[in-house]
């Protein structure tokens, strides 16, 4: 399968502004949930330097175990992303552990899913320590722009970094030395 989405930081007031605004299109929605994230990483991180992600998701009582591709060109950011759900967290940890993968970090987020016709999601996330974001997934670039217009966001505005890249480069910033 392969992930297509635009992702773009927002402000708290536009939040609140695109929050009314999927209101008024009738978009349909989940509740705001609770997710942590795991990633994980071979000692030499040849992973991340390929990358690549393995991470697990855990939300609304689900283990979500998720590993993507590399980047690949386009406008937006697009992956290849394989996913299957587990059972067993502490035992997946042990496999992990047991073939040299380890923790490398962790972190928090707070997330609403939003669905429009035509668009396989829209979600408003909170990053705990980050700050907050959009995401908008669709089948190609140009349902993408459509959305992103529709909800009066300029899509050059979005990053094809990924949350946890992001979080990994303001870990470097703020590290004290």
Known sequence: MTELEAKIQLSREEVSRLRKRLKELNARHDKLRLEKHY??????????????????????????????GPLL???FKKRAEYQLFIEDKHALVKLFEGIGLKKLFFFSKLRQKFFLPSVTEITLDKIIGLGYFMEV?????????????????????????SYSQLIRELREKTRIK
């Open 39 to 68: 990633y994980f990483d071979f000692p030499d991180e040849r992973l991340w330097k390929e990358d690549k992600v393995l991470r697990l998701k855990e939300f609304l009582g689900k283990k979500l175990l998720t590993f993507k």
């Open 137 to 161: 997934e669709a089948k190609t670039p140009l349902a993408i722009k459509k959305v992103l217009r529709r909800l009066g966001i300029d899509f050059k505005r979005s990053t094809k970094k």
């Open 73 to 75: 060109k386009g406008t």
